[in-house]
Structure formats: C-alpha cells, structure tokens
C-alpha cells in the first residue's frame, strides 16, 4: 500500500534559524496536504498541493511538491515560539476513496 | 467556525473492559474518519465512512473495533474488548466529501489509557 515517509521525526531550532521537514511518497500522489499539530492539540489544515511542482506561501511557511509529484516539503524562515508543534504531510493517491495516509510528522520545537 | 465535536475527551478503563467514543462531525459533511493516533506517530486510519456506509475498513481490527454511523450524521467507535495495545488517542475527522481535494476537520480526540 501508499507509503508516506517524514524526515527529521524531530527537529530543535534556536528562534530565528530555518526549519525544514521533507515527506516522500512510494507511490505517485494526486496530492497532498500539510496539517500542524500544537501539542496537545489536534491536527489543523495548513495547505494542499496538487499540481507537479507547485509552490505555496504563506507567510514565513513555504511548500513544495515535486515535478514528479512524489515528495514535498515544508521549509520555515526565522522560526518562532509559535512554530512549535509536530507537522504532517498526508498524501492521497487518488481511488475512488482518496485515502489519505499520513507520515509520522516531525516534531519541531524552539529554544527562545 | 464550525468543530468536530468528540466525547469523552478522557477515557480510562481496564483492560478487558468495553469501551466508545462519539464523535459529531461538521454538519453537511458527508465523509467522516476515525483514526488513531499512537504518541510520537501519525494518524493512522481506521475506518472512513460516506453518509452512512462504511467505504474502507481495511485497518480497523474487526475482532474487536466495531464503528457505526447510522443515520449518516454522527458516529460511534466502540472496542470490545479493550487491550494494553489500544491506549493511544482515538481522532475522528470529517470533510465535505470524499474527494482528495478536501480538507479535513479533525475534532479533540479522545485519549484512551487502558490499564
């Protein structure tokens, strides 16, 4: 079956440095989609990719998907306090169900 | 805006025991999701309804996990007998419909401790 693959599992940063997490996918997705969980807290929606290639912004958070639509990534500038909490990919191969399937996240934390 | 709602937020039992966990998706959503998230994982799915249909339970450990969704709105999760192995938090997530594209609304969970 999909598998979703999250490197760092855990990441710790001085406040201000850069954060970058990687997902890989063994299968090609039709898309996928970044979730943030606070500790805790619950998994919340940060964005979704769909085309090869695609890139996104939101403010200091910048992701990617590959042109071959198989790995992604989530890169953080001068990271904050706020940044912490553990960030996931799920990617969706597409089917008729559109399964989502998570990678174990990696857990971002921020020495102040 | 519109929450999943999921109850109880604490559960703790014994093993052996029977144990079930509610969950209330956002209204109109006619896809919902029982996941389980084990400490320092990611959510792994369970069992993903549409309406009231059952679509893929694949994962779901049918000996003793049993989910239901009667009348297509809110749903229930139930494990007969609890084991050791199932403590971890139980996340119930729904989306407008099952295409890829939506995003999905997790609710608080519930954290199961079994003894």
């Known amino acids: 079956g999909q598998q979703v693959m999250q490197i760092p599992q855990y990441q710790h940063v001085q406040e201000g440095e850069d954060f970058t997490t990687y997902c890989n996918s063994s299968?090609?997705?039709?898309?996928i989609q970044w979730y943030k969980q606070r500790p805790g807290g619950h998994p919340v929606f940060l964005i979704q990719?769909?085309?090869?290639?695609e890139v996104k912004k939101q403010k200091r958070l910048t992701f990617q998907f590959g042109e071959a639509k198989k790995n992604s990534s989530l890169h953080i500038t001068a990271t904050q306090t706020t940044d912490v909490g553990t960030y996931f990919c799920a990617g969706s191969g597409g089917g008729s169900n559109y399964k989502l399937t998570f990678g174990k996240g990696t857990l971002l934390t921020v020495n102040p | 805006e519109a929450e999943v709602a999921q109850s109880p937020r604490y559960k703790i039992t014994e093993k052996s025991q029977a144990v079930a966990f509610w969950c209330d998706p956002i209204s109109g959503h006619a896809t919902l999701y029982w996941y389980r998230q084990i400490l320092g994982q990611g959510p792994e799915l369970l069992v993903q309804?549409?309406?009231?249909?059952?679509?893929?339970d694949s994962q779901l450990p049918k000996d003793r996990f049993s989910a239901e969704r009667l009348k297509g709105v809110d749903s229930t999760l139930k494990i007969q007998p609890a084991e050791l192995g199932d403590s971890a938090m139980y996340l119930c997530a729904s989306r407008r419909s099952r295409l890829g594209t939506e995003k999905l609304f997790f609710g608080s969970g519930t954290q199961l401790s079994v003894l």
């Open positions: 990719l769909v085309k090869s290639g």
């Open positions: 299968t090609t997705l039709s898309n």
């Open positions: 309804f549409q309406d009231e249909s059952v679509v893929d």
